[in-house]
Nanobody, 113 residues
Framework: QLQASGGGLVQPGGSLRLSCTASGIIFSINSLAWARQAPGKQRELVASITTSGTTNYSDSVKGRFTITRDNAKNTVYLQMNSLKPEDTAVYYC?????????WGQGTQVTVSS
């Protein structure tokens, strides 16, 4: 099970940190990711981190978002800076172990003045 939190309403240019805590899985052997889905749009992968800590970002968030993981806490984070209105979406965390993919329930991020 994946439990995401940390979403909310923030002004353009502001920051938020999302957290996703896992239970019932061997966290350290999972690759982790954050994706988002805006109304009327497909789900978009924005950041990922492998078991060895290698990260990857979509062009739309590169330089503004940072994904990290804490295996001791079974938690993956997404630090989001310089937020823009187009970052508004429901953000989901994902854990991938081999061919098994698990999704969290999502947390709403709204960027608006």
């Amino acid at each position: 099970q994946l439990q995401a939190s940390g979403g909310g309403l923030v002004q353009p240019g502001g920051s938020l940190r999302l957290s996703c805590t896992a239970s019932g899985i061997i966290f350290s052997i999972n690759s982790l990711a954050w994706a988002r889905q805006a109304p009327g749009k497909q789900r978009e992968l924005v950041a990922s981190i492998t078991t060895s800590g290698t990260t990857n970002y979509s062009d739309s968030v590169k330089g503004r978002f940072t994904i990290t993981r804490d295996n001791a806490k079974n938690t993956v984070y997404l630090q989001m800076n310089s937020l823009k209105p187009e970052d508004t979406a429901v953000y989901y965390c994902n854990a991938l172990e081999g061919r098994t993919s698990r999704w969290g329930q999502g947390t709403q991020v709204t960027v608006s003045s």
